[in-house]
């Protein structure tokens, strides 16, 4: 297991003590204990509860735990398709999904329309999206400034992996 990579926890406790509650709420990426549903994948029972209960919060958390898994991976695979784009390509992708036209593009960075188009398909066959569409949520999910693209703005910000998997998972 990667040290970024936590597993679920179910926390059993048998009353309801204030002092525990805060300890529990304090651990990094905790969501309270009254909370059932934890974006950490740690399920809170208290009191008394049935052998199902147990086995339900167990399933809850596990369940969880591979949706914040999978969407890791998905932000990880994402990360690395746009680390595999030229710098050209990334330009022209922010500037496009900014909603320039492709004349308009060739325009801002000083070529002519048909190397515009070029770079934007390779950026789509690389980033995998079949539409345009997706190249810009694609673009949004990378974290570029889609609404005000300009030459410049095209970066990704310095931590991809966190922001990408906001996007992802919520």
């Known amino acids: 297991m990667s040290a970024d990579m936590s597993a679920p926890v179910v ?5 309801d003590d204030a002092s525990l509650r805060a300890a529990l709420a304090s651990l990094p990426g905790s969501c309270g204990f009254q909370a059932v549903a934890c974006a950490s994948g740690a399920e809170f029972r208290a009191k008394l509860f049935r052998e199902q209960d ?36 990334r330009k022209i992708m922010g500037l496009a999904a900014s909603g320039l036209m492709n004349k308009q593009t060739a ?4 070529t002519s329309e048909i190397p515009v188009k070029i770079h934007r398909a390779n950026a789509m066959r690389k980033m995998q999206a079949k539409t345009f569409a997706d190249l810009v949520r694609v673009a949004e999910a990378l974290g570029l400034d889609v609404a005000q693209a300009r030459p410049g703005s095209y970066t990704v910000p310095s931590n991809l992996r966190e922001a990408i998997h906001s996007q992802l998972c919520c």
């Open 54 to 89: 147990l086995l339900d919060a167990g399933a809850a958390a596990l369940a969880r735990d591979g949706e914040r898994r999978a969407s890791a991976r998905a932000a990880d695979e994402l990360a690395a398709r746009y680390a595999g784009l030229t710098p050209r390509e």
């Open 107 to 110: 325009g801002q960075i000083g």
């Open 11 to 15: 926390f059993i406790v048998d009353d």
